[in-house]
């Protein structure tokens, strides 16, 4: 799955405009589809969802990584790509950091030229993406009464969901 997963997938929520123009928004998530399909029903995503098998990693990345985008054009059978960013080049996709970069004290992460006393509570990578140790976005799924079961009736003692 896309690094950021929860907070980029959660911002793709109306796709109507898409598909106006005849585009599709898909995620490709590693690992096996069961787990990650329940995470994707635990956050009540609707987008059409795929996985990605070990052995196609490679093929599929291309010597890139996860946590990407990219676009592809079909023709008949053949599948060109036509566009792939990553890092913050995936950004657009979450327009909460746009917010944040107008805002007095921006987004507060360690990485931010800021002047001394400047408020920046995430002292790690990715931290940012939690609170009380679990993905920000869950949080109002939990508020709204879901069960966070993702192990099919087996409970981890891992309890931060499936990504990053």
Do not use: N
């Not at 123009?21 to 009540?44: H, L």
């Amino acid at each position: 799955m896309i690094r950021w997963c929860s907070q980029l997938s959660a911002a793709v929520r109306r796709r109507r405009h898409l598909h106006q123009r005849d585009v599709t928004f898909a995620a490709f998530c590693q690992g096996p589809f069961e787990e990650s399909d329940r995470y994707r029903r635990f956050m009540g995503w609707d987008m059409p969802w795929y996985s990605v098998p070990a052995e196609s990693h490679e093929r599929f990345l291309a010597g890139r990584h996860f946590g990407m985008k990219a676009c592809y054009l079909r023709d008949g059978d053949r599948i060109h790509e036509t566009y792939w960013t990553t890092g913050r080049g995936v950004e657009p996709m979450a327009p909460s950091y746009g917010i944040l970069d107008m805002t007095v004290h921006g987004r507060q992460e360690t990485w931010e030229d800021s002047s001394p006393g400047w408020p920046q509570p995430y002292g790690t990578l990715r931290q940012q993406f939690r609170k009380d140790g679990r993905l920000t976005a869950q949080w109002e799924r939990l508020d709204a009464g879901h069960d966070d079961d993702l192990h099919g009736g087996q409970r981890s003692t891992d309890r931060s969901g499936c990504c990053s």
